[in-house]
């Protein structure tokens, strides 16, 4: 399997990146896992988008997060690997590639999650810390998780 990556701005998008990408969204956020919510948040604008390809097909995509846009600090979200790719590591890939990109882009500073409580022992695994209370987001369980800052 070829991987190859890319980050761009909400603006440097082309059409087809940015159609691929809402519909892997959209294809795993509200029909896989049954739930209707607005997944344009206008967040996606003020973002960098990290696109992972296999074999030059998106195979999995995180948004990275500003800190004082989502929360006060740098956050990755919308993390989403395709159906067709799952049991490849391509979630652990796409995980490691937006922490690194994180600090590429904003330095040494610390990383907070919305973690789907199901997913909390692989989040747990790439250095993530659980913080506050479970929460439901959409009919789904939630919690913060942080990834303390990283010295270069």
């Known amino acids: 399997m070829n991987l190859t990556h890319q980050i761009k701005l909400f603006g440097q998008l082309s059409v087809n990146e940015l159609y691929d990408l809402l519909r892997m969204?959209?294809?795993?956020?509200?029909?896989?896992?049954?739930?209707?919510?607005?997944?344009?948040d206008n967040k996606?604008?003020?973002?960098?988008h990290l696109l992972?390809?296999?074999?030059?097909k998106l195979a999995a995509y995180s948004r990275l997060v500003p800190a004082g846009i989502s929360y006060p600090e740098v956050s990755i979200g919308r993390v989403v690997t395709s159906p067709a790719s799952r049991g490849t590591?391509?979630?652990r890939k796409i995980m490691e590639l937006a922490i690194q990109s994180c600090h590429e882009l904003f330095g040494p500073v610390p990383i907070r999650i919305g973690a789907q409580t199901y997913a909390l022992a692989f989040?747990?695994?790439?250095?993530?810390?659980?913080?506050?209370e479970v929460y439901d987001e959409d009919g789904i369980e939630h919690i913060e998780m942080v990834l303390e800052a990283k010295l270069m």
Request: proline share 0%; net charge negative.
């Open 25 to 40: 969204r959209s294809e795993v956020f509200v029909v896989e896992q049954n739930c209707v919510f607005l997944d344009q």
């Open 44 to 48: 996606d604008q003020q973002c960098y």
């Open 52 to 56: 992972l390809y296999a074999d030059g």
């Open 89 to 91: 590591g391509l979630g």
């Open 123 to 132: 989040y747990q695994s790439l250095g993530f810390v659980s913080e506050g």
